[in-house]
């Protein structure tokens, strides 16, 4: 069973008019009152989280904000990726990210399908529309409560909530806001203050296999459990044997999830407790490389005398030489 950590720190504070204005805002539905006065309508999560130029961290008000799209070439990308690298406009491709509306196109080839949606592993009421882009938030989106088709009715309030403890019960207690449905607990972690813009062995998210579930919201026939395997497993336990068991000081490359989330990083990984998660090889925005992975796969090569010795040797470590 996962336990809460005590702090975190995506509680919004300082000027109101950072994000909201009193003359115009965002009605629920058309016709109805404005009850969010949002400032740059229905992009603005867009608008808050992206830069033109390379920064990934910027201050609004009082707050940090994490970057996750940045039109120049992200000094440091945080741990989510970046979606200039599948913004093709910017040199990016399809094959490295979630194509999510407002920031790029409609992926070409998948068009607006989860590839391996299955309904039955989508806990949503609404489920997710395939006639309708992938977003942020709500029915079609990761964050807030996705019984909710409405981008900003999804995560409402979330910004000015109480965040802890961060236990799931509610969307701002979740994990970076990743709710789900309001009946299904929320994504637990624990959350890197500055979202691993500085990162090391004891510097850095925490996980539990709840992230596991998120994406098999949309990805439910990705990695079945229904043997055998024709992927690589996930929400499974690191063998505690063989070349596994050289996996003892924890890699960012190549992160695992928690039984039990630990009060602060720790850099030691325990095989046979330890999970490979969906995370341990993916990013969750977009990445320099295909498949949204960590590493170049391509340079994954096993055998020669310099071989790489992390991305998929971090847990095959005997890979490396035979």
Not at 59 to 78: A, D, F, Q, R, Y
Not at 191 to 197: A, I
Request: hydrophobic residues 30%.
């Amino acid at each position: 069973m996962a336990t809460a950590p005590a702090a975190t720190r995506a509680t919004v504070s300082g000027d109101c008019e950072a994000c909201h204005t009193v003359t115009t805002g965002i009605p629920l539905k058309p016709g109805e009152p404005f009850l969010y006065l949002l400032k740059g309508g229905s992009d603005l999560c867009i608008k808050c989280h992206s830069s033109a130029t390379g920064e990934t961290i910027k201050i609004m008000g009082n707050s940090k904000v994490p970057i996750v799209h940045n039109t120049s070439k992200p000094e440091i990308p945080l741990a989510g990726g970046n979606f200039r690298y599948v913004d093709i406009s910017l040199g990016g491709s399809d094959a490295k990210g979630h194509n999510v509306e407002g920031i790029v196109s409609q992926d070409v080839t998948l068009g607006n399908k989860p590839p391996g949606y299955h309904r039955a592993s989508d806990p949503s009421v609404i489920g997710y529309n395939e006639n309708k882009r992938l977003t942020c938030a709500g029915s079609n989106g990761c964050h807030g409560d996705r019984n909710i088709k409405d981008t900003f009715a999804a995560i409402r309030g979330t910004h000015h909530a109480k965040d802890t403890p961060l236990d799931g019960s509610t969307t701002a207690r979740s994990y970076r806001y990743l709710k789900n449905t309001a009946k299904v607990k929320g994504v637990i972690g624990l959350e890197d203050s500055d979202w691993e813009y500085t990162n090391s062995a004891t510097d850095h998210n925490e996980y539990t296999s709840t992230i596991n579930y998120l994406c098999a919201s949309c990805h439910g026939d990705f990695h079945s459990v229904e043997g055998p395997w024709f992927r690589h497993p996930v929400d499974v336990i690191l063998p505690k044997g063989h070349e596994y068991a050289n996996y003892k000081v924890y890699s960012v490359e190549a992160p695992v999830a928690r039984e039990v989330i630990p009060t602060s990083p720790t850099d030691v990984v325990k095989p046979g407790v330890d999970m490979v998660m969906c995370l341990s090889c993916h990013r969750a925005h977009a990445s320099p490389y295909d498949a949204i992975l960590r590493w170049d796969y391509d340079a994954m090569i096993s055998g020669e005398e310099n071989a790489p010795s992390g991305g998929c040797f971090t847990c095959h470590s005997g890979k490396r030489y035979y």
